[in-house]
């Protein structure tokens, strides 16, 4: 009984502790419309199923998805000891939300709806943006990495490159006008290049 009441009681603490921050952060008129539309939801949800009891326990959640949504390095000491940053338990959550939709009966489907529904609403155009712009950012770094070719260096005199001879030293003479590319070989033993304007 005494193990029952400091869980309700620290269970209670977290909801405060994440209500009171998303009340800070959206202020209080926003964060009433969220907690408003979940349990509006829920509500409908519970005429639609009447032999299903209904609860906030998936309301509250959306709570919590919510402030790891906003504050995902948010630390919280599991069982006072283990350290958790908030949104791996969010990830654990969607998770179970996920196979119970998908494995469970149509009347759990329904509380998950209209437990998430609020926070799709909230943070769906968020989630949406984050997807496109991750899916840019992406293809940005395949097109660079198949688009960068790569340097190579050929002797001008003999013809052999740093793809065949991956071990020698090409270098360029400052002497040749061009830009002229040579092995070690023919480095010091090749007739200048030099263009019209010099000669």
């Given at each position: 009984m005494?193990c029952?009441?400091?869980?309700l ?5 977290l ?5 009171t921050?998303l009340?800070?952060?959206w ?6 419309v969220y907690?408003?539309l979940?349990y ?9 199923t009447?032999?299903?009891?209904a609860t906030?326990?998936y309301l ?6 919510a402030?790891?949504f906003?504050?995902p390095?948010?630390?919280l000491s ?7 940053r908030i949104k791996?338990?969010a990830?654990?959550?969607?998770i179970?939300y996920?196979?119970?939709f998908?494995f469970?009966d149509w009347t ?16 769906g155009?968020?989630i949406?943006?984050?997807?496109k712009?991750?899916?840019r950012?992406m293809?940005?770094q395949a ?5 960068r070719?790569?340097?190579v260096?050929?002797?001008?005199i003999?013809?052999i490159?740093?793809?065949t001879?991956?071990?020698f030293?090409?270098?360029y003479?400052s002497?040749?006008d061009?830009?002229?590319c040579?092995c070690?070989?023919?480095l010091?033993?090749?007739e200048h290049?030099?263009g019209e304007?010099?000669?």
């Open positions: 005494e029952g009441l400091i869980c009681l620290f269970f209670w603490y909801f405060y502790l994440m209500g921050a009340e800070q952060s202020g209080v008129f926003r964060y009433n907690l408003l979940g509006a939801a829920t509500v409908a949800v519970a005429f639609v009447p032999n299903f009891p906030n326990g509250q959640a959306s709570v919590f998805l402030f790891a906003l504050y390095n948010f630390v599991l069982f006072f000891i283990l350290p958790v791996w338990l990830m654990l959550t969607w179970g996920f196979l119970t998908v469970g759990e489907r329904l509380i998950i709806t209209a437990a998430v529904g609020n926070f799709l609403l909230f943070f155009r968020d949406i943006h984050g997807m712009s991750g899916h950012r293809s940005f097109k660079q990495a198949g688009g070719k790569k340097i260096h050929r002797c001008a003999c013809g490159s740093s793809e001879h991956p071990g030293d090409f270098r003479c002497k040749c061009g830009n002229l040579y070690p070989d023919h010091r033993n090749h290049v030099v304007a010099e000669e």
